[in-house]
């Protein structure tokens, strides 16, 4: 195994975790653009522009596009998220140049206005899809909420004036933009042959013009608030908290994620005894994510209204318990055997490990192997999840319930 | 891909099966026992389902907490779920602690607590995940399609009844344990890191002296409503359509599937195409193969908004009626590339194929190998497959909404 990297003159990344013994090769563009990057007319562009690299290039339509990938077996998709827009496939190794060039052909998509109309129809039935699925829009609102105005409160969606409103130049500006190649990686990882994806990026990318895409990064306020929405057709009733966590490039990044295995994880956690054992709530989850500048601690809480303000109350006492106690060594371990073991069985696939090693690169231009995730989760101590536990208070939440009640009394 | 598959019967007639994948760290078994909602009574739906659930609240010398902090602590990966013919515990882990989270498993098949003083607690985890589903009008549909399209017992959803939920008691869960957690008839798979003589041992060991017990014949009732409209408050209509396909050991099953595989698989596949990419009309438009050990059938989905389901049913009526005038070249070419991919992939993860196998010895008493499904597919050409759609066209829909408006099946649903 090995971690191999190089740089264009335009500013393009290229890094691959290259491991011979792999049977497939998984390939991705990290772009960095994301839901923050765009103003209040823009919102859901960069989402919408994901869709629109798949319809078509100056050489291929987007029929010519979906035939090639499926020629070529792979095993592909695109996601956008608050930071990120990422295009990746899964191929056999023999494929690896014909996927990196159709790949990056993509990723200069010729934004054709009438295949921009068509789409545009899709992302609105992707926005109704979300609208009748639980939570509702409840994960977006709660974000709008907690980053009070920052951009990493920004929906990856958009709206459905938002989109309906947008005009495809608006697209092409913020591709110019946003899509520099200083703001890209080519990132891979699985049986990869590393010259000839240097070689390939050179020919394909080589000639994309730089342009000034710097992000702009503001430290993010943090709004504390409980908001109750109602949805009157859901039989369920939900509830989405945010509440402050490290960063990205926090060394205490995995404590945290060990204490939210510990108090929230979907199993054999703290909220697990408490709320979905005794079957008082549908899920009870704590997971931590992590953004420049900023994360989050997100709590997750699906119930029958009945029970919504009880086990709101529940979660609370069960942050401030842990705030005031912390964790037991018993629970650490627990964690530790736990995590440990998903990293492995995640690892065993290339197209797991191409999103480690994407975002570890990403966002901290770091590369991490499995046996060094490992080591950094067995050597946390309590001491450290205290620390977190003390930096960043679970109690101290926003909170965004939605469902069919009009009322929900905030937990004191 | 050349590994030679492992099998033995056991006296009881517990079926192990196992497949050595050396280059992996990890070990995944998959549990198949006869416990599956088909054997839920009439009107106990959901019994299966609220046993699966009470099974794992302890058993042998661990109470529910052990049970779950041990598993945890063998860092195994785990899931359980209740389909028709099957409940199903499989998990993953590091290779060196498998035989440990077998002899935890065990247990569970032998030994388990039912705990009275839990018996209210499964009951609210039962109603949780029945309440769940009226919440996720895309899963709902193709349950409601389900049951219409398959006779009873085989299209009932293990979330199970209200009604039945409300009242089932401990003695019917022990009851029902007892006639189906059971040797004869449970399979189990392995595949990862192993050896096996030490892996045959190990579940000798643990459930070679487990008493078999007699199975209950299925009473099949075929159904009886092809299109029904649910009303539903929601900005999607969704739209579910079945149609009848050979069962997995039929031997025209690689016809039939590479069939589908053709409607959808790819973007490139001709729901993908037709009713997304050129009309715009959804974000989400599938059409799956789906098995039961003697019936097949296909299943499509498509979520539109309501405004728009009219043509959205219309269209993809349409694409899976023209399916049967044939397929082309390119396109089998094309699900040949993916197909083959797939296959290569599969021997990334342990707990794929540790799933595939324990399925394989169901549906059809044996394990196919990679070679051999990679040899079926390089079979397939447009003759052997446009001949089985000649035969085996696309239709006798059963066709379910949901939504605010009713539709009109056209001429080519009826």
Redesign the interface.
């Known amino acids: 195994m090995e971690f191999l990297r190089a740089t264009l003159e335009n500013g393009l990344q290229i890094v691959a975790e290259c491991n011979p013994q792999a049977y497939s090769a998984a390939l991705g563009f990290f772009v960095n653009a994301g839901a923050r990057d765009e103003s209040e007319e823009l919102s859901g562009v960069s989402h919408f522009l994901e869709h629109m690299a798949f319809k078509g290039t100056a050489t291929r339509s987007a029929d010519d596009v979906n035939r090639r990938f499926d020629e070529m077996g792979a095993y592909y998709n695109a996601f956008t998220s608050e930071e990120n827009t990422v295009y990746y496939a899964a191929v056999l190794p023999v494929h690896q140049q014909a996927v990196v060039e159709l790949l990056a052909d993509i990723l200069r998509p010729a934004l054709r206005e009438e295949d921009f109309e068509t789409e545009k129809q899709v992302i609105l039935e992707e926005i109704r899809m979300y609208e009748d699925q639980p939570p509702f829009g409840a994960d977006e609102k709660c974000r709008a909420e907690h980053y009070a105005g920052h951009p990493l409160g920004k929906s990856v969606l958009g709206t459905r004036e938002s989109i309906g409103r947008l005009p495809v130049e608006a697209m092409r500006d913020y591709f110019h933009r946003r899509y520099s190649p200083a703001n890209i990686a080519l990132v891979g990882a699985g049986r990869i042959d590393f010259d000839a994806l240097a070689a390939s990026a050179r020919r394909w990318c080589g000639a994309w013009e730089p342009a000034d895409g710097r992000r702009v990064v503001e430290p993010a306020p943090r709004r504390l608030s409980f908001r109750v929405l109602r949805k009157p057709s859901a039989t369920q009733q939900y509830a989405v908290q945010l509440a402050a966590g490290p960063a990205a490039t926090d060394p205490d990044r995995y404590a945290a994620k060990l204490l939210a295995t510990v108090l929230g994880d979907d199993i054999g956690s703290r909220l697990f005894w408490e709320l979905i054992d005794p079957g008082l709530a549908e899920q009870a989850t704590l997971g931590h994510y992590e953004y420049e500048e900023a994360g989050v601690f997100m709590t997750y809480l699906s119930c029958d209204p009945d029970r919504a303000a009880d086990n709101l109350r529940r979660i609370l006492d069960l942050y401030r318990r842990a705030e005031t106690e912390g964790i037991t060594p018993a629970e650490l371990d627990q964690a530790k055997s736990k995590v440990s073991s998903r990293i492995v069985l995640s690892g065993e696939r290339p197209r797991g490990r191409l999103f480690t090693v994407g975002s570890d690169w990403v966002q901290r231009r770091q590369h991490r192997s499995v046996r060094d995730d490992l080591r950094s989760v067995a050597a946390i101590t309590r001491d450290e999840v205290a620390a977190v536990l003390q930096k960043y208070p679970l109690s101290q939440s926003t909170t965004v319930t939605i469902g069919p009640l009009a009322e929900v009394p905030e937990p004191q | 891909m050349n590994e030679p598959i492992y099998l033995h019967t056991f006296a009881n007639g517990l079926t192990l099966v196992a497949e050595p994948m050396d280059?992996?760290?990890?070990a995944a078994f998959t549990l198949l026992v006869p416990a599956g909602c088909a054997n839920d009574p009439p009107d106990r739906g959901g019994l299966s389902g609220f046993t699966c659930e009470m099974a794992l609240r302890g058993a042998g010398p661990r109470d529910?907490?052990r049970f779950?902090?041990d598993?945890?602590?063998?860092?195994?990966?785990r899931s359980e779920s209740v389909s028709d013919a099957h409940a199903r515990y499989s998990g993953?882990?590091?290779a060196a602690n498998l035989p440990q989270a077998l002899t935890v498993f065990a247990d569970v098949l032998r030994r388990p607590h039912l705990p009275a003083e839990q018996l209210?607690?499964?009951?609210?985890?039962?109603?949780?995940?029945f309440?769940?589903v009226?919440?996720?009008?895309?899963e709902k549909v193709m349950i409601e399609l389900r049951r219409r399209h398959y006779p009873d017992p085989w299209g009932r959803p293990s979330q199970g009844q209200r009604a039945a939920l409300e009242t089932i008691t401990l003695e019917e869960i022990r009851r029902q344990f007892a006639a189906h957690y059971r040797p004869n008839g449970t399979i189990l798979g392995v595949a990862g890191r192993f050896e096996w003589a030490r892996l045959k041992d190990v579940v000798g060991e643990l459930l070679g002296d487990w008493e078999p017990a007699d199975g209950e014949a299925i009473v099949e009732t075929p159904p009886d409503e092809r299109h029904a409209h649910l009303p539903?408050?929601?900005?999607?209509t969704q739209i579910g359509i079945a149609y009848p396909s050979v069962p997995y050991r039929h031997p025209d099953y690689f016809q039939a599937w590479g069939a589908v595989g053709v409607l959808s698989?790819?973007?490139?596949?001709r729901l993908?195409?037709e009713v997304?990419?050129?009309?715009?009309?959804?974000?989400?438009v599938y059409a799956t193969y789906h098995t039961l050990r003697d019936l097949g059938a296909v299943f499509c989905y498509a979520?539109?908004?309501a405004e728009r389901a009219q043509e959205t049913l219309e269209v993809t009526l349409r694409e899976l009626v023209r399916l049967a005038r044939g397929i082309e070249d390119?396109e089998l070419?094309?699900l040949?590339?993916?197909?083959?991919?797939?296959l290569?992939?599969q021997?990334?993860?342990?707990?794929a194929r540790s799933a595939v196998i324990a399925r394989d010895m169901y549906l059809l008493g044996r394990v196919r190998t990679l070679d051999e499904v990679c040899r079926r597919v390089d079979e397939l050409t447009c003759g052997s497959i446009n001949g089985y759609l000649a035969e085996h066209p696309p239709g006798a829909f059963t066709i379910v909404t949901l939504g605010p408006r009713a539709l009109e099946v056209p001429a080519e649903g009826l």
């Open positions: 280059w992996l760290e990890s529910s907490r779950v902090e598993l945890d602590n063998l860092g195994v990966e993953a882990t590091l209210e607690a499964g009951r609210q985890v039962m109603f949780q995940e309440q769940a009226e919440d996720e009008p895309a539903f408050e929601s900005s999607q698989g790819g973007m490139s596949a993908f195409t997304r990419e050129r009309r715009g009309l959804c974000y989400s979520g539109t908004s390119p070419d094309r040949k590339a993916r197909i083959k991919s797939a290569v992939m021997q990334e993860s342990s707990s």
